[in-house]
């Protein structure tokens, strides 16, 4: 079978035996005059798929997307899977709505309007790989284990069972440009026993035995449907030994029981009748790659892939290493690959910070996602970092020692320079948005910082990625990685703390919303109570929940006024402004005071 995708190796590092350089595209077959939007990019290697969160990568509109560099989008199956899919996919269209493409399926890519990028559809999101990320969803409950009959996923409408067929007939809707085999990853486990890991191997290259058979059109659910026909037959064979036990005895002795027996014996032939089914070779196919920390697992996982044709990159798993030291995990990855093809792509989850990325890189891993970036956003930080020599255009002023800055720090307010002076992210290009102006932003909360921080750091991050694929061209990579490692260290242990400010912000909009939600809550019971009075139960309901403790603040400002004056009288009114979100509301003294004397920003 042709493969829908094309890896080229462009040249191989002469320093390191992993380091090489390459394009991976899509062989695309695209009607005559197909305008530009509709054409897939080529990725670069090493190269990024561009993380994202129910389709959408985060904080980027429409238009900021389209200006990163990099040519695919990472897309997690349990975040965009419908709550009547896989059962029913009735709303979903079977032809393209596009003029040009009418011919063609409907796939993932328009749904999410992803049209010119690889669209790359993984079944859970990995970023939370490593111990330095938070996972998406916090107070997610621990996950059930796997089974021999469905894998368990963690959706946005709760936990979910998906079978293998439920997995075809998704991939057979979705249309995907790449999709990842269903697998038994465990995770975040912090020893699994071997035969866990044994099992959890076995079971994934089952999977990917089916999957391949139905990748071409043939059955490959009939092991699973002769096994529970076999399991129904064993059912009623006992059911029915059990009822007529007695009675065989009593009337033909042992003489009938072998009689049975050889009944028994020609029923065991089960012949299941194949169905036909719908391929899918234009869905390029990566295989998982496991065995957890134990290392004979990982070589029996990546020698048993490694046979398989038809398999067009592989992912090598990192989820159940997460809470292994990175030296470690960067030892288990190499025994993966020490025993996989070269010539095919490998794309890994959990390795995020840039000195990791240039290990990784060394080994032969040419495909990694943009979790580092986003994680920096989320924290309000700006990359300054940067590989080989000092880019023109950057002054001394940008340390040299620091590879991000924290926007939320008050030290910025007053900064009216560029984030990274001869950076050219929107944010940064022409001096049109400062330090100081976003800083502002995020103390009030306006989606805007999070938009600039991200286009920063995803720009920042792809500059990074180009200076490494030229640095393997021109014989320069270890000089270069050994001068980032000296210059900018290893990447800070990231904690669950957030900065202060951002504690005090947050903690004001929470205040806010709980007095909106109580007018709202208000409002509703008076609409409810209708009648004549129903104007006065509304101003009575409003006047409530806008400040139930006004009439004793009141009685509290007079006696202030007579005692001690106007002065007296506007400080009390500042200070008691009731429970419904007054400055000095105790508990968010309480988290203020707690985060102004935790240790220093992040």
Known sequence: MTSPLRFQIKQKSTETA???????????????????????????????????????????????????????????????????????????????????????????????????????CDLRDFSYAAETFRHPTPGTKKLASNTDYHAVLSTPKGIRHLTLEDYLKTVRHYRPDIVVALADTIAESTNPNEKRVRKGVERSIKWLDQILLERVGQDGTIPDRRLEEEKKRRRERKEKKRSAAAVAKAAAGEEQEKEQEKVQEKEEEIHIEPIPTEPWTEVGLFAPVGGAHLEESRIWSAQETAKKEGVDGFVIDTLSLSVLEKETRLKHVQTSLDHLPSEKPKLVYGIHAPEDVLEAVTMGIDLFDTSYP???????????????????????????????????????????????NGCGCYACKDNKHTRAYINHLLKTHEMLATVLLMGHNMFQYSQFFAL????????????KTTAFRTTFGKEPVRTLEKHPNQIIVEFALQKRNQRLEGAEEAVVGAIGMGGPSLGASLGASLGAASGSSSSSNAAAVEDVEMEDGTKSKKRHETEADGENGGAKDEVVEKKVKKAADSSSPQ
């Open 374 to 420: 986003f994680q920096l956003t989320e924290d309000g930080k700006a990359s300054l970092y940067y590989y080989g020599p000092r880019p023109a255009g950057q002054d001394k002023s940008n340390s040299q020692t620091l590879r991000s800055i924290n926007l939320w720090d008050d030290e910025h307010g007053d900064k009216f320079v560029p984030i990274l």
């Open 468 to 479: 490494v694929r030229e640095s393997i061209q021109d014989g320069t990579l270890q000089e």
């Open 18 to 120: 992993g380091a090489r350089c390459g394009t991976f595209a899509l062989s695309q077959s695209t009607p005559a005059g197909t305008d530009q939007q509709h054409v897939k990019r080529s990725i670069e290697t090493p190269g990024c798929l561009m993380y994202s969160q129910r389709g959408a990568v985060p904080h980027l509109t429409p238009d900021n997307l389209r200006q990163q560099d990099f040519g695919g989008v990472n897309v997690s199956l349990e975040q965009i899977l419908q709550t009547d899919q896989p059962g029913s996919f009735s709303k979903w269209p079977t032809t393209s709505p596009i003029p040009q493409f009418k011919d063609y399926k409907f796939t993932l890519s328009e749904y999410l309007r992803l049209q010119d990028l690889i669209v790359f």
